[in-house]
């Protein structure tokens, strides 16, 4: 979705809205929450959302990049043993981790 004036923010918003869900999905459902259990399920379900199109409405405002990284900094919460560290050393133990 770009709008006329060239903006992808309701995409984002879209992206942000539909992976949230997902997020949430996985979290009531799943029992065994390991790592890489999680991390499959992630790449499979979630980053699709994410990374759709995004070569055509690359988000360039720090607004939308803000809200998208709000699903990756909730994924790697979501994390058993990775709760406690900052969010770039989550992400790159996460990076490790997957498949």
């Known amino acids: ?57 690359s988000p360039h405002y720090l607004k939308d990049r803000k809200l998208l990284e709000k699903i990756q900094r909730r994924f790697t919460r979501m994390v058993p043993g990775l709760q406690e560290l900052p969010f770039e050393s989550r992400f790159f133990e996460i990076v490790d981790i997957g498949p």
Do not use: F, N
Request: hydrophobic share 35%; with cysteine; charged share 25%.
């Open 1 to 57: 979705m770009i709008t006329s004036d060239l903006k992808s923010s309701e995409q984002c918003s879209q992206a942000y809205s539909k992976d949230s869900r997902v997020l949430g999905m996985i979290k009531r459902t799943i029992v065994y929450k390991s790592a890489d259990t999680l991390v499959r399920l992630y790449k499979s379900l979630v980053r699709p959302h994410l990374e759709y199109c995004t070569v055509a409405w």
